[in-house]
């Protein structure tokens, strides 16, 4: 289990690399892949040797090579904590006998949703690019490995989900398709069908929230009040979850994220300044939404958890 662990805190380490340019460059509309890595203080080009996940920092002296200037701690302690986390799901992969194949779709979603909710709370956008990316790899993994989505493997596993779904997945798998044909259509279905529940939820709660806030905001002669009830990119963002872990977790997930911005909101409520300058109408939801996310893929369902605790106790 060590070994298992250590190899995916390397895996995360290098990811956690990338995401820091993912989360740097995306926003501001730069390549991913050009120029190469420079200082953004002296833009000294950095050198592979220099480049080294969390070690290139430490041997360095958290300082620049060239202009000898303070390198932040952001990029090793990101790096550190893709790491810690993709061991995390590494060793449940283990745990629960799962194909390895499952950690390409984990690994790729939590980093998606890593970046996305830095993103979010930095600079109060959900890019198009990562989203969409990430859709059509979610497509593409359940039907090249459709066994590494556990509510087709596992199809009424509570860990996983599969209550809206599995029952479904279990007559296409039984359909009498070609043994090849039936797991990657029962994979894409799972896939296909999260995108666009997670899409139509918060579609619904957009369209009708924005025409009560545009009523609200008629009536009482609200100027500061939002245009809109939640940001499109929220959809997406949802969308590409139930494309990843299919549509038991958008729900799960969807609960325990605006619990978690309803927490955070209440208590921003408690700053004057906030109140003020109207800033809770612009709370990002992706940091929250990320909180169950990674506990979904790192340690199961969340909710399946709590009942199971809640059982014990009483």
């Not at 002296?61 to 202009?67: D, K, L, N």
């Not at 810690?84 to 984990?106: C, D, F, K």
């Amino acid at each position: 289990m060590f070994i298992v662990a250590a190899i995916g805190f390397i895996m995360g380490a290098v990811i956690g690399s990338f995401l820091n340019v993912v989360v740097w460059r995306v926003p501001r509309g730069m390549s991913l892949v050009r120029p190469p890595s420079t200082c953004p203080k002296c833009g000294h080009r950095i050198r592979p040797w220099e480049n080294i996940p969390i070690i290139s920092w430490l041997c360095l002296g958290g300082r620049c090579s060239s202009c000898h200037l303070p390198i932040s701690w952001k990029y090793p302690a990101g790096e550190a904590a893709v790491g810690l986390l993709y061991a995390l799901i590494s060793v449940r992969v283990w745990q629960a006998a799962l194909p390895l194949s499952t950690l390409i779709g984990w690994w790729w979603f939590a980093g998606t949703i890593l970046s996305l909710a830095r993103i979010d709370f930095e600079h109060g956008i959900i890019p198009n690019l990562v989203t969409y990316t990430s859709m059509i790899a979610a497509a593409v993994l359940a039907v090249a490995f459709p066994f590494s989505r556990p509510t087709v493997l596992l199809t009424h596993d509570p860990q996983f989900g599969g209550i809206l779904i599995g029952k479904f997945l279990d007559k296409i798998l039984d359909s009498g398709l070609p043994q090849d044909l039936a797991p990657r259509l029962a994979g894409l279905t799972d896939c296909l069908t999260g995108l666009l529940l997670g899409a139509l939820i918060l579609w619904i709660v957009y369209y009708f929230g924005g025409k009560a806030l545009a009523l609200w905001r008629k009536q009482r002669n609200r100027t500061d009040l939002p245009e809109e009830a939640i940001g499109r990119g929220d959809i997406k963002m949802l969308a590409m979850t139930g494309a990843f872990l299919g549509p038991d977790a958008v729900i799960y997930l969807l609960a325990g994220g605006t619990l978690l911005g309803f927490i955070g909101a209440l208590i921003m409520l408690r700053n004057p300044k906030q109140r003020k300058d109207g800033t809770l109408s612009q709370v990002p939801f992706a940091p929250f939404f990320a909180i169950p996310a990674l506990i979904w893929v790192a340690v199961g369902n969340w909710f399946y958890i709590l009942f199971r605790i809640c059982s014990n106790e009483f």
